[in-house]
């Protein structure tokens, strides 16, 4: 009898373990906190900023952080009941930073494929396409340009952002002409301006913002077929679960769905063009 009731002991003892763990398991996923309950403890939301205006901009002597996803960062932060924190960086190292915990968000970051093996994405707060800006009298660049190929010569020099989406697609489509990388947006202009380059690459609506200012000379041509045509999103950390994903998700949806994003890029754009002046 006796030896009957420990084989029925023993018996009993995978199943016991296999509940005690659901059990542990269940108490768990009851008591962790999410991402964002972290950075609510923690009481800052860390937002990664390169400088691209009019998506991020800072004032070198204040330090201050503007531009239209810029002011998501300080919005979201809102939502979330803490404090923005605006962490400097550039193109090159937006996203390793993201993957290290240097912060909890990348501003407006491009979503690549490339890029979703490293870090998430939210949706997109707007979509974004390259533009090439040039001055109409250099003759390098011939009046009847519609492609990239018609600028691809050598001899021409094209500036462009280290480490940008526009960076990677203009390098996979250029075989001939030559590819000055600069660290910033300050210094692609100059090198434009200057006439060290003779194209500018960046996002359409950022040279946009050049043309508006310098109609005398500037022109910005969208190449077909295009360069790129991506959303522009939060870049969130790899690890993030969906259910935190899609926090930012319905905060930023709401915001594109009322037209509110785009009231803030209308008072970017603004912002740029009276600094311009």
């Not at 937006?94 to 407006?108: E, R, T």
């Not at 250099?138 to 989406?165: C, F, L, Q, R, Y």
Request: proline share 5%; net charge neutral; glycine share 6%.
């Amino acid at each position: 009898m006796l030896s009957k009731l420990i084989t029925s002991a023993l018996r009993a003892l995978p199943a016991l373990a296999l509940m005690a763990g659901v059990s542990a398991t269940s108490a768990y996923a009851q008591t962790a906190d999410s991402y964002w309950q972290g950075v609510q403890k923690a009481g800052v939301l860390r937002c990664g900023a390169a400088v691209a205006p009019p998506y991020v901009m800072r004032d070198p002597a204040t330090g201050e952080y503007s531009g239209f996803f810029a002011d998501l960062c300080k919005e979201f932060a809102e939502v979330l009941k803490v404090k923005p924190q605006f962490v400097d960086t550039t193109w090159d190292n937006i996203v390793a930073g993201l993957q290290a915990g240097k912060w909890d968000v990348s501003l407006a970051l491009n979503r690549t494929a490339t890029r979703a093996m490293a870090v998430q994405f939210s949706i997109p707060a707007m979509e974004y396409q390259i533009s090439l800006a040039y001055n109409k009298n250099n003759p390098k660049i011939p009046a009847t340009a519609v492609s990239v190929a018609d600028i691809d010569k050598t001899g021409v020099t094209i500036a462009v952002m280290s480490g940008t989406a526009q960076d990677k697609a203009i390098s996979a489509a250029v075989k001939s002409a030559t590819i000055m990388r600069l660290p910033g947006n300050d210094e692609t202009r100059l090198a434009l301006t200057s006439k060290r380059a003779d194209i500018l690459v960046d996002a359409s609506d950022t040279n946009q913002l050049l043309t508006q200012a310098n109609p005398d000379w500037a022109v910005a041509l969208n190449p077909k077929p295009a360069l790129a045509k991506q959303g522009v999103s939060f870049g969130l950390p790899h690890s993030m679960s969906a259910s935190d994903v899609e926090v930012a998700n319905i905060f930023l949806e709401e915001r594109v769905a009322t037209g509110h994003v785009d009231e803030l890029i209308r008072k970017a754009v603004g912002e740029v063009l009276k600094g311009a002046k």
